[in-house]
């Protein structure tokens, strides 16, 4: 038979535009077919991708789909493919160079790996900014106070 995972990867809840969770009872669940029907898949693939970070629950607004579209695929990769094709023009006589990959592109379970711990590693700097910040503001205050104190 085929081993039983070891891991188990799973999303947060998918959300409206408004914060409410998505349910057929309330009746504000988007039909994947039918955004597949009115756009193509890579954009709706990469709007999830986008907007759910892992294990984070995903907002999911058709609206901040387009804009997302507009945004970042049209105007900031549209530039940068631009770009790279002029200077391949430029540059290469207008050949992309062929150039040999010394590097396996991908390895998923040093993805997994490194996701693992840029995660801890994230929150850690997260939780370790928030009391620095919440533990800075009063000693600012007070050295405030001791220097006002003083000059009177």
Request: proline content about 4%; aromatic content about 8%; some cysteine.
């Amino acid at each position: 038979g085929i081993a039983l995972p070891e891991r188990v990867f799973a999303h947060g809840f998918v959300q409206d535009k408004y914060g409410k969770r998505m349910s057929k009872s309330i009746g504000n669940v988007v039909d994947p077919n039918d955004m597949l029907d009115k756009y193509p898949a890579d954009l709706v693939r990469y709007f999830v991708l986008r907007q759910a970070p892992y294990g984070k629950d995903l907002k999911f607004a058709e609206d901040a789909m387009i804009i997302m579209n507009n945004n970042e695929l049209a105007d900031i990769l549209g530039n940068l493919t631009h770009r790279v094709t002029n200077l391949a023009v430029k540059y290469c006589d207008g050949v992309v160079p062929d150039v040999k990959c010394e590097v396996e592109l991908f390895d998923v379970a040093e993805l997994v790996a490194r996701t693992e711990h840029h995660y801890a590693v994230g929150n850690a700097v997260i939780d370790g900014g928030a009391r620095s910040w919440n533990g800075g503001n009063p000693t600012a205050l007070n050295l405030n106070q001791i220097q006002m104190r003083d000059a009177a």
